[in-house]
């Protein structure tokens, strides 16, 4: 449980008469979110409910589509600043558009800066994230453990979670303000392939050297260096169980989730037979591996320890399995000692089967749920061609992204809640306090507190695991908490920043919707969903008569969370 105490009831700024119009109207434009976003391609969705008579228009009644088929693809900017980064802001798609002539320019421009993160001005950012006075982020791992497992503060579940808990807060802020938004959306991949469940016992106090030295430090980089580094590191040492694995007494965790999980993957486990009777490609490999190659790289990392006096990687000679080993029908000779865990990474770094399994975890991220095989193969060959490359992870990266298949697909991903909750702050501009606790109590009911996932599998990327009721549900909760969001000792300023911001000729329901629609998500609501959120701001008027200014005051702020809760704004 989290070491934060329980918000205060806040008082509603709404009737419960208002409040149960806005659920009608949110029910309305998500209609998608069921038919839509959940359709199978096989089998057509119910139509939705017809618009109770208290929110239509007298003179122009409307009627929702019925949901289905897959949603319009928008211009390519949105599809990159949604997919490659965590939403617009406003004006993030002028800017993108200012990058040539063409959407291949324009991408391939906005692509070689992204990939090139240190040559990207991110300072103001910078600035933001030193105000907050975090104390750990800069913490070599022998200070993190002197500090936070060492020390008689470390006896405090709070002071011992801390760098926990301000990487939690740095990665939030990131997402939202860094300038190098590609970097962010690669850190959480990386995050997920390589996952740690962060809020443990001896994991929490290290948290921050996982994250910036372990992920951050490699991502861009080459694979098996990476694979490494998170192989040595304390947090996956501890969380996989491989500091308690020996020779006497062997622990598999680890290896059968660097198979299964971090490098071949379950696509290629062939299950428990003979490791000879496995067949082998041109070059002699095993096409796939079998329950003995878990077992024989098990005792290859027997003796792979954390110091406990320093945190610090060890070796100990002691408590390795000495023996001749063998591992995807590599013999690995005796008494080599730590070279014997060594050698089965090289094995699986270079294996094609790694190489695939890396490529398709990029694509169903970056691209959709079920990638094309076709860009599965490109970048898994771009992957093993360039396996000994420093920037191998960058030339992968940028395979997908330039390809025709990521410019020309939309809605096939949906935002998982940390995706959607960044992309809601962002597109508000709202001013983002990490120190609020209130905050975090509300996020993580969403279902993806961040690094909180307890199996090594990593949250789930697909729309299934998203968009069933309750994962909509707490989204609505989420956007609605945020639209009354007030900062403390500041009554009447919202940290969502609605009121004056339109221009003052918006004066129409239909003006209304339209000019933040584009000012969320860079294009206009599709029929279906704008219809419910104009008859809501309308109330009973016609939709493209000006409305008095009290009335304005009164819904636009509700108008505007309806739009966030829409369908359109889950896509990615």
Not at 148 to 162: G, V
Not at 486 to 506: A, F, K, S, T, Y
Request: with cysteine; glycine share 6%.
């Amino acid at each position: 449980m989290r070491d934060r105490a329980l918000p205060e009831r806040r008082r509603t700024a709404l009737h419960a008469a208002s409040r149960r119009e806005i659920f009608r109207a949110a029910g309305l434009a998500l209609a998608g979110a069921a038919a839509g976003i959940q359709a199978s391609p096989s089998r057509a969705a119910d139509p939705p409910p017809e618009p109770p008579p208290a929110m239509r228009s007298p003179r122009h009644r409307r009627t929702a589509s019925q949901g289905g088929g897959p949603p319009a693809r928008p211009e390519l900017g949105v599809i990159v600043l949604n997919r490659l980064a965590f939403g617009p802001r406003p004006g993030d798609l002028d800017a993108f558009r200012a990058l040539g002539a063409d959407d291949l320019t324009r991408l391939g421009n906005w692509v070689d800066a992204q990939l090139a993160p240190e040559t990207i001005d991110d300072s103001s950012f910078e600035a933001r994230l030193a105000g907050y006075g975090l104390t750990t982020l800069s913490k070599s791992l022998a200070q993190l453990w002197a500090d936070h497992t060492q020390s008689q503060e470390a006896q405090s579940w709070k002071y011992r979670t801390l760098p926990f808990q301000e990487t939690e807060k740095a990665t939030f802020l990131r997402a939202i303000y860094s300038e190098r938004q590609l970097v962010e959306v690669l850190a959480d991949f990386w995050h997920n392939h390589f996952n740690v469940y962060g809020y443990e016992y001896w994991t929490a106090p290290v948290f921050v050297h996982y994250d910036r030295d372990v992920i951050r430090g490699h991502m861009l980089g080459n694979f098996r260096e990476m694979l490494g580094a998170v192989a040595r590191s304390p947090a996956m040492l501890y969380y996989l169980d491989n500091q308690s694995n020996s020779g006497g007494n062997p622990n598999e965790n680890y290896a059968r989730e660097l198979f299964e999980l971090h490098t071949m993957g379950a696509e290629n486990y062939l299950g428990v037979r003979a490791a000879d009777s496995v067949p082998t490609d041109d070059q002699g490999r095993p096409v796939g591996y079998v329950d003995a190659d878990v077992y024989g790289a098990t005792t290859c990392f027997t003796g792979w320890r954390v110091d406990r006096d320093t945190g610090l990687f060890q070796f100990s000679a002691e408590d390795h399995f000495p023996y001749q080993k063998v591992v995807l029908r590599r013999i690995i000779e005796p008494f080599l000692g730590e070279r014997d865990g060594e050698i089965v990474l090289d094995l699986l770094a270079e294996h094609p089967g790694t190489a695939r399994h890396i490529a398709r975890k990029l694509c169903t991220r970056l691209v959709a749920d079920s990638p094309p095989e076709a860009l599965v193969q490109e970048a898994a060959e771009v992957f093993h061609r360039q396996r000994n490359a420093p920037d191998q992870l960058k030339q992968v990266v940028r395979t997908i992204v330039l390809s025709e298949a990521f410019r020309t697909t939309w809605g096939q991903k949906v935002k998982r809640p940390f995706e959607f909750t960044v992309s809601v702050l962002r597109a508000t501009q709202t001013d983002f306090d990490p120190m609020d606790e209130h905050f975090f109590w509300v996020y993580d009911v969403m279902g993806q507190p961040l690094f909180q996932w307890p199996p090594p599998n990593g949250y789930p990327d697909t729309r299934e695991a998203w968009t069933s009721t309750m994962p909509m549900l707490q989204r609505w909760r989420m956007v609605n908490w945020l639209m009354e969001w007030e900062v403390e000792g500041d009554e009447g300023r919202r940290r969502l920043p609605i009121q004056g911001i339109m221009p003052g000729n918006v004066r129409t329901p239909e003006q209304i919707v339209d000019w933040w629609s584009h000012r969320l998500l860079g294009y206009t609501l599709p029929p279906n969903e704008r219809g419910p959120i104009v008859d809501f701001m309308a109330y009973g008027r016609a939709p493209d008569a000006d409305l008095p200014p009290d009335q304005v005051d009164e819904r636009l702020r509700y108008a505007v969370a309806l739009i966030l809760m829409a369908p359109s704004f889950q896509w990615r």
